[in-house]
């Protein structure tokens, strides 16, 4: 086993840390990693990864990224938003590099920066928060997260604040770190006051054809009436591994949309939990994801209805071509006391050649007897007849089959309220649809 | 401009086309008459090269050129066109999106400017008005939750955009009512030209008192058994498909 390096990288980081870190986060990040070093990497035999080897990420010596905020670094990012955004925090390696963000004016009493920076000045101000929403009990990757992160974005919106335009949170990895390949454990704290609005829009990216471990958590608190509209865009280089967990607690009234996209990566999990923690909360999430060659993309969501009159909206689609593999999960727990919940889940992958798989699965877990829950899961490949009709009409192959695939994904892109983000993956897509397209051809 | 000769064609195992030969001029409308399972809609498809049929003997020339050897976009590229017997829907492809696409290739195939999408809408609107379609159409996705009678009108109106140089239509008048079937029927009228010919197929006469052809052609057990003109779709309206039963034309 390679855990003892994970022990080891942990004293090394431990011993740099700002020794103004709170007591407290310190005994959390403490606790995060003894319960790392008991449960491990999850393997097969473990429900929740049944079909999803960690194994090339478990059997590599990552070293933490080193801090380079070299600002060429910037060319990396593949979405740059400009005008359409206001704050566009950057970081490289995991660590925030104040270079190459820009933080304009925000409402009073809004934070919006590193997460490091603002635990530094700010004693008991995450207290709170960190490590409450996203549990490491029974998640090694969440535990090794805490254990580990050097940085990450911190956001708090005061109540009755609405953000007008979005923030912008990069992540760039630039590859190895002393001859080894990097890992970075990067943190995102949401809190949104009551009343509260706001937009975030995090991205991952690294320099091509490098081999690095991205691990993430993101916290969200919603208080009662607050909007968060969240996109996690995953555009890691093609040999990375990406891990991520995205999980919110939604209270009275909210309404959270988390839209989960994977672009990138040869081994990626994502992970969205959302809990409905007040009556009346409305939940969307959306997913969307395309593999090629020999990429892996594990999405599993559960979204919790712990009280009445909340209604969710789910639906997930994946494109897979090559020899890709995609495992969709999507858990609905519907507590006794959630009466009158709208739940409504659909799952589909489109498959572009006989290698590719999906193993998908929803699960129902209903306690309450007043409830509307649907799912709907279907795999398939491109409706021939269709295709053949389009070419008849004068398009080519390729330009036929892209046709069918944009309005497979038209409705999770539609779903999606942010104009630039809906370009910028269709932008993305188009590349590499063209690319799978002519490998199937 | 068309030229079938000796065409023979299977499709999941079975042959359905036995030889076929058939000479279309420029101007001309054929009806291609025959019960079911006749071939009709095979040599259809054939024409408009369906990837599931293949051809096993024989061969098509269109304006001299081998059109067994173009692949369906092209086909349509240089001026095949097949009104589909069933219009496949298309769920999330919006009508003017799919139909501009599609314009615009084959105009750029015939070496003409591409037109933008005001010079679009000012040609679809003039071809919507003489098939008296409503422009909500345009928006809506193609075929999708489009009744019998809507689709078979949408394949009339592609045709009138993309103004094929031969055009196939494959049992457009089933399940159109006598309206319906009278707009069809004008628009196809309306696009009769010298530069344009027609390969109309269809079960019943009915059709072809509101589009007249030239010559008609009897399909039995996938060969051409009869080859008249317009008389003798009526002869078949009063006789019935019964006596091809006889072995007539057969070697």
């Given amino acids: 086993m390679m855990l003892d390096q994970y022990a080891t990288e942990y004293a090394a ?54 801090p380079d905020t070299d600002a060429r670094h910037a060319g990396i990012l593949p979405f740059r938003f400009g005008d359409a955004f206001s704050a566009e925090l950057v970081f490289v390696n995991g660590q925030y590099a104040p270079a190459l963000s820009t933080v304009p004016a925000l409402p009073a009493g809004a934070q919006v920066g590193s997460l490091a920076a603002y635990i530094a000045g700010h004693a008991s101000g995450v207290e709170g928060h960190l490590a409450q929403v996203a549990s490491f009990d029974r998640r090694a990757f969440v535990a090794l997260n805490t254990a580990l992160f050097a940085d990450g974005a911190y956001i708090q919106i005061p109540a009755h604040a609405v953000l007008d335009k979005p923030i912008h949170v990069a992540f760039i990895s630039t590859g190895a770190a002393n001859g080894r390949p990097a890992m970075s454990h990067p943190r995102v704290l ?35 009436h607050a909007v968060l509209d969240h996109y996690r865009l995953q555009h890691e280089s093609r040999g990375a591994y990406h891990v991520g967990a995205m999980c919110v607690n939604a209270g009275r009234s909210a309404n959270c949309a988390s839209h989960s996209i994977s672009l990138g990566g040869a081994l990626v999990r994502n992970d969205v939990l959302a809990v409905l923690a007040g009556e009346g909360v409305e939940c969307t999430l959306n997913g969307l994801y395309l593999a090629d060659g020999r990429r892996f993309v594990d999405n599993h969501t559960t979204i919790d209805h712990a009280m009445p009159h909340c209604g969710s909206r789910e639906i997930y689609k994946g494109i897979l071509a090559d020899r890709a ?45 007043d409830v509307k829950c649907t799912h709907g899961a279907a795999v398939g490949q491109l409706d021939e007849d269709a295709v053949f009709y389009l070419r008849s009409r004068g398009l080519g192959l390729t330009e036929a089959r892209h046709m069918l695939i944009h309005a497979f994904l038209g409705d999770v892109l539609h779903r999606m309220p942010l104009v630039p983000i809906r370009h910028g993956v269709e932008a993305v897509l188009e590349r590499q649809l063209a690319q799978a397209l002519a490998a199937a051809a | 401009m068309l030229t079938v000769r000796n065409l023979h064609a299977r499709v999941a195992g079975r042959d359905i086309l036995k030889g076929i030969d058939l000479s279309v001029r420029f101007g001309e409308v054929h009806a291609i008459m025959g019960p079911n399972g006749s071939g009709k809609s095979t040599l259809a498809r054939v024409l408009a090269g369906h990837p599931e049929y293949e051809v096993t003997a024989g061969e098509v020339t269109f304006e001299g050129e081998d059109l067994l050897a173009m692949d369906p976009e092209t086909r349509a590229r240089v001026g095949v066109f097949m009104a589909f017997q069933y219009p496949v829907e298309i769920p999330g492809v919006n009508n003017a999106y799919f139909l501009k696409t599609a314009l615009n290739t084959v105009r750029k195939h015939r070496g003409k400017e591409e037109l933008d999408a005001m010079e679009f809408l000012t040609l679809v609107r003039e071809r919507m008005k003489q098939l008296d379609m409503d422009e909500a159409f345009l928006n809506r996705p193609v075929n999708e939750g489009f009744s019998g009678g809507e689709k078979k009108r949408n394949e009339i109106f592609q045709m009138a955009v993309l103004e094929p140089r031969l055009a196939v239509l494959d049992e457009t008048d089933s399940g159109l009512d006598i309206d319906a079937l009278r707009v069809v029927a004008d628009g196809v009228n309306a696009m009769r030209s010298a530069d344009r010919a027609f390969l109309v197929v269809t079960h019943y006469q009915r059709l072809l008192t509101y589009i007249v052809p030239d010559v008609v052609h009897v399909l039995s057990e996938g060969r051409i058994v009869r080859s008249g003109d317009k008389s003798l779709a009526l002869e078949l309206e009063d006789k019935g498909y019964g006596w091809l039963e006889e072995p007539v034309g057969k070697p």
């Fill in chain 1, 13 to 66: 980081a431990r011993a740099r840390r700002p020794s103004d870190e709170p007591a407290a986060l310190a005994r959390t990040r403490d606790e995060a990693l003894d319960r790392f070093m008991a449960l491990g990497f999850p393997t097969t035999r473990d429900e929740e990864w049944r079909f999803t080897s960690v194994a090339p990420i478990a059997d590599q010596a990552f070293a933490l990224a080193a």
């Fill in chain 1, 190 to 224: 949401v809190v949104l006051g009551d009343n509260s609005q706001a937009s975030i829009v995090e991205t991952y990216a690294g320099q091509a054809g490098t081999r690095y471990f991205t691990n993430v958590v993101t916290e969200a608190v919603l208080g009662s």
């Fill in chain 1, 325 to 369: 593999r995609g495992v969709f999960n999507g858990k609905i727990i519907v507590r006794p006391d959630a009466q009158k919940t709208d739940a409504k889940q659909t799952n589909r992958a489109l498959l572009l050649s006989e290698d590719a798989q999906v193993n998908s699965k929803p699960e129902l877990e209903i306690f309450a007897n």
